[in-house]
């Protein structure tokens, strides 16, 4: 087997070697087209992210409280979004939910992948954020109070800084995970790097090269993620402090 990385200087129309490997006067090569895809994996990644950390942040907190109601909507919304199949929910915003909501045929698919994988994930966030809240001792909970502090306040000043510097080591999985599980927004035909992959694969019949360098650009995108947040995790953990001690 010879191996052919020149499979990307070429013209996506012409399929003649570029000079310097990127398009010129409205050309596109194959490494153009793969950059692209990889902006776009990227775009829904770190959008998806963004929706799972505030819904996933708050269901957890819900699930935390004395409301009966905010414990039940917070448990309802963990197990229905984590008990259906990301592919499944990505097929049913797409294809299913416009029908019955109209609203939503004028949303670009784009955004309702970005909908669909961050309510996926935020479900597992909010098991993450109620785990990290319930693992710090009561105490902190009833001196806030006693301090004349409300609830609202207690969460936001004294439990929820602690709570996530728990939970901060499953976040940065969450943050990994997130950008390989946008990998089946190809099924809806966003131009992401799957999608480019079986496309540039048929036009070239080059396989190895094509899903190798695919394969090297995810690899990336989740150790850089890992690299960030662990050193974010080691700035914001406090010294002397045990996850989950009591």
């Not at 049913?92 to 698919?109: C, E």
């Not at 105490?139 to 006693?146: E, K, P, S, T, V």
């Not at 809806?188 to 480019?196: H, R």
């Not at 090297?216 to 989740?222: G, I, N, T």
């Amino acid at each position: 087997m010879a191996w052919e990385w020149q499979v990307f200087c070429k013209d996506t129309i012409t399929t003649e070697a570029t000079v310097g490997c990127f398009g010129k006067g409205g050309e596109i090569t194959y490494l153009d087209w793969m950059l692209s895809a990889w902006g776009w994996t990227l775009s829904v990644s770190a959008l998806a992210f963004a929706v799972a950390l505030v819904i996933g942040s708050l269901m957890g907190i819900f699930r935390t409280t004395p409301s009966r109601w905010l414990v039940a909507l917070g448990n309802v919304w963990t197990e229905l979004f984590r008990n259906i199949p990301l592919l499944v929910q990505i097929f049913l915003w797409y294809h299913a939910l416009p029908g019955i909501f109209p609203v939503l045929k004028g949303v670009p698919g784009f955004f309702l992948v970005v909908i669909a994988l961050g309510f996926f994930t935020s479900a597992r966030i909010a098991e993450q954020v109620r785990a990290g809240i319930q693992s710090l001792p009561k105490g902190q909970r009833y001196a806030g109070l006693a301090m004349g502090l409300t609830l609202t306040q207690t969460y936001r000043y004294v439990i929820l800084p602690m709570a996530f510097r728990v939970v901060m080591p499953p976040l940065t999985s969450e943050a990994m995970s997130i950008i390989k599980n946008s990998s089946v927004a190809f099924a809806v035909s966003i131009s992401e790097l799957i999608l480019f992959a079986m496309q540039a694969t048929e036009e070239t019949s080059r396989p190895y090269e094509v899903y190798g360098a695919v394969t090297a650009l995810y690899f990336v995108s989740a150790f850089v993620v890992n690299r960030v947040l662990i050193y974010v995790e080691a700035k914001v953990r406090v010294p002397g402090m045990a996850a989950g001690a009591k």
